[in-house]
């Protein structure tokens, strides 16, 4: 069983839908990320909290909106999405000290279709 | 530009044989390195760390590190059917922080044939 559990599994929305994902860890990690995956690529980082503040944004379009509101929980706001958006979102969480910080554990991901 | 290149694939190797994955990096600067392990539909799984020059063993797994090239590799001994998926070679540039900001490889993708 993961330790870092994403709500939903599967998401269909239209492109002037809004929606949430939702993501949960109970490691005491201070760290949480949204990466984003399409078919055949590798992960793609889009945002970093630490000690539940927003500390990086890869220049994510504002159509994604992070929200951190504990140390355990993460969401992902998305509004107007196009069909490019279309993927797997991966939440993950790591201990935020020292170089075991990009041991990062992931969760099952939220596979996102946008119609 | 952090540039993370693995060596094209896919691998195909026997079962119990050793398969070898390569990985470059771009950043010399670069201090933390991982190897996570993906079957297909699934979620990246951290397999190996490996943050100083040499060799490093869990199990049937060896990651080792050559910072003045610039070079990962991760062997994988007694290979099985089981270790069959895309392997992504992960490297933190960020020296001395506490983020995990990651930057992965395309990833070689390995099939253990029985």
């Known amino acids: 069983d993961t330790e870092v559990t994403q709500t939903p599994k599967h998401l269909v929305m239209g492109m002037t839908n809004k929606k949430s994902l939702k993501c949960e860890q109970h490691?005491?990690?201070?760290?949480m990320y949204w990466y984003k995956q399409k078919a055949k690529k590798p992960p793609e980082l889009m945002f970093v909290?630490?000690?539940?503040?927003?500390?990086i944004n890869e220049s994510v379009p504002s159509r994604f909106s992070p929200e951190c509101p504990n140390s355990s929980l993460l969401n992902l706001h998305l509004h107007a999405l196009q069909p490019e958006d279309s993927a797997l979102y991966l939440c993950?969480?790591?201990?935020?000290?020292?170089?075991?910080?990009?041991?990062?554990?992931f969760g099952e991901g939220s596979r996102l279709t946008v119609l | 530009q952090k540039e993370v290149e693995q060596n094209s694939g896919p691998l195909s190797v026997p079962e119990g044989a050793i398969a070898s994955l390569n990985c470059t990096y771009s950043?010399?600067?670069?201090?933390?390195f991982f190897w996570y392990r993906q079957y297909s539909g699934k979620s990246p799984e951290l397999i190996m760390s490996?943050?100083?020059?040499g060799d490093k063993e869990d199990g049937r797994f060896t990651a080792q590190l050559n910072k003045a090239s610039q070079y990962v590799s991760l062997l994988i001994r007694d290979s099985q059917p089981s270790d069959s998926a895309t392997y992504l070679c992960?490297?933190?540039?960020?020296?001395?922080?506490?983020?995990?900001?990651?930057?992965f490889g395309r990833g070689t993708q390995l099939t253990v044939w029985p």
């Open positions: 909290y630490s000690y539940e503040k927003l500390s």
């Open positions: 992960a490297v933190n540039p960020d020296r001395g922080s506490t983020l995990g900001r990651l930057y």
């Open positions: 993950a969480s790591s201990q935020g000290q020292g170089a075991r910080t990009g041991e990062l554990f």
């Open positions: 950043d010399r600067g670069s201090q933390s």
């Open positions: 490691m005491g990690h201070r760290a």
């Open positions: 490996i943050y100083s020059n």
